[in-house]
């Protein structure tokens, strides 16, 4: 489906209706496991169709992980390709986590595969990495814009080793990630509600963006992985984010599924974190 409706007031929509919340569908070896299925593209496309079943009909953003679709080669890429299309055909807005990023020349070519509507893996936004040069990301920028879909560029990621990179001076004394952010900020300029240029920011960094005197306001959604099995909590977030709490979208991947495979305790898992989120965010 094409739409002349901007990514970003999609998915303020879908945050201020069914609540500020991405659920990861991160299907790991051991959930399949623990899900009872096998370790094979059948358990896979189970495990997939369940969680869209429970959650796609509710949850505002789904975030399929490509990796562990990639694993199982073809047969898995299938699987993503319908894993997708149902979750989208369900209602929820699809953040394809791919973390791509090349020269601009190849980032063109995973824009088609994310961006472009006659792509079978067509999503509504797609992860990308800025660190070949925010300027490499052009092409899915481009299309993200003619195809009212949404990016997220990797700013401040949830992992420790992140800082290494992200923190690092420029010769001006801006911080790398401060950089990243001031670009998506341009992107995001003029367009209300919200902009379709999001950042990754995670949930798991404390007070280290404020002390850095990172400024997280880019009028883009902020999405923040790092709750749950990664430790941090819906109360961290004011902390994390201070003043621009509003355009948070928290994402959590194994807190929700671990809960599987029955079908109501995973909706009432993602259920309990946006009444979680929601309390922080409207305290
Ligand atoms: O900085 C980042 C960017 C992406 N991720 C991804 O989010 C999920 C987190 O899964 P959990 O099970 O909720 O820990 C996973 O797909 C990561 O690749 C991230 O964690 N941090």
Not at 139 to 145: D, K, L, Q, S
Request: proline share 6%; glycine share 12%; with cysteine.
């Amino acid at each position: 489906m094409v739409t002349t409706e901007s990514f970003g007031a999609r998915l303020r929509r879908a945050m201020d209706t069914r609540g500020p919340l991405c659920v990861g569908i991160d299907p790991h070896a051991s959930l399949l496991a623990a899900w009872g299925l096998d370790d094979t593209p059948d358990g896979l496309e189970r495990f997939s169709l369940t969680a869209v079943e429970a959650l796609a009909g509710r949850i505002a953003v789904l975030k399929p992980q490509s990796a562990f679709y990639e694993r199982f080669g073809s047969r898995g890429i299938a699987v993503l390709e319908r894993t997708v299309a149902e979750a989208r055909a369900a209602g929820a807005l699809v953040l394809m986590d791919a973390k791509r990023g090349d020269i601009g020349s190849t980032m063109a070519a995973y824009a088609a595969t994310y961006l472009d509507p006659a792509s079978p893996l067509f999503s509504d936004a797609v992860t990308v990495s800025p660190y070949l040069g925010y300027g490499s990301l052009r092409p899915a920028v481009e299309a993200a814009r003619e195809s009212g879909c949404g990016i997220f560029a990797l700013a401040l990621t949830s992992n420790p080793e992140g800082a290494e990179v992200q923190h690092a001076l420029r010769p001006d004394g801006t911080t790398v990630a401060g950089s990243v952010l001031g670009h998506l900020r341009a992107e995001n300029a003029g367009e209300r509600p919200m902009g379709s240029f999001g950042a990754v920011v995670g949930a798991t960094l404390g007070d280290t963006i404020a002390a850095a005197g990172i400024d997280l306001d880019t009028g883009g959604p902020l999405l923040a992985p790092g709750i749950g099995a990664q430790g941090a909590t819906p109360a961290d977030l004011p902390v994390v984010f201070g003043a621009a709490l509003p355009n948070v979208l928290p994402s959590v991947s194994r807190d929700v599924l671990r809960h599987g495979p029955d079908v109501t305790a995973l909706t009432a898992a993602a259920a309990r974190i946006v009444e979680d989120v929601r309390a922080v965010v409207e305290a």
